[in-house]
């Protein structure tokens, strides 16, 4: 599903990442550990034609990133950095602002799943009336999850969503995502999340390495 082959990824003439070859099969759930500034954060990025590639291919479900591909292939991904933006007026806005879109259009979620989601997530249906900006870190981390969820998205890249979590909530995203049938390609630091983990890859002085 997703597989780097020989990837090298450079930014502002220095190389982050170097020789990256590893592949990913749909539902495994992979962590990336290292120190602040070993690359992981820009890996994810290269997976949606954040960052760049100066040598190698990344492919998912077959297509290699490149530009002609991009957005074929940002219809298979939700990324969900550390800290996700919410910008409309309100909750309910913000959660179905992609729908307004014409790759999305005639897909909107009814109530029904909409609250089906947001329950699993510990959500009270309520928040959707929320202005945007009175949200806590946790229920936007958990409101743009919701999101990639109701958009169908069977790929997520999640860039340190549990760290504005409480015990209960960052459980019910455990669940949500660890024990689905989810491709999960992930960044932690959190010892819970890395030991529920099928995976675990260290990266340190731009080598990655599987730990076993």
């Not at 997703?2 to 450079?10: C, E, L, Q, R, Y």
């Not at 962590?31 to 954060?41: A, E, M, N, Q």
């Not at 490149?66 to 910008?87: F, G, K, M, T």
Request: proline share 2%; aromatic share 4%; glycine share 8%.
């Amino acid at each position: 599903m997703i597989s780097f082959d020989a990837v090298t990824i450079g930014m502002q003439g220095r190389i982050l990442m170097q020789d990256v070859s590893f592949s990913i099969m749909a539902g495994e759930k992979v962590v990336l550990c290292g120190k602040s500034g070993s690359g992981k954060t820009t890996l994810l990025k290269a997976l949606v034609g954040g960052a760049r590639i100066t040598q190698g291919v990344i492919r998912v479900n077959g297509l290699a990133v490149l530009s002609e591909n991009i957005l074929q292939i940002r219809q298979e991904l939700a990324y969900i950095p550390q800290e996700p933006s919410v910008s409309q007026e309100t909750a309910a806005e913000d959660l179905l602002l992609p729908f307004s879109f014409k790759a999305h259009s005639g897909k909107e979620p009814t109530t029904a799943q909409i609250e089906a989601v947001l329950g699993r997530l510990l959500l009270d249906p309520v928040i959707l009336r929320q202005k945007s900006a009175t949200l806590s870190g946790g229920e936007k981390q958990r409101l743009v999850i919701a999101r990639a969820i109701l958009l169908n998205k069977r790929i997520f890249l999640a860039d340190e969503i549990t760290s504005a979590l409480d015990a209960e909530s960052k459980n019910a995203v455990f669940t949500f995502l660890l024990e689905s049938e989810h491709t999960v390609l992930s960044i932690s630091h959190d010892l819970e999340w890395i030991g529920r983990c099928n995976r675990v890859f260290i990266i340190e002085n731009g080598i990655l390495r599987e730990e076993k």
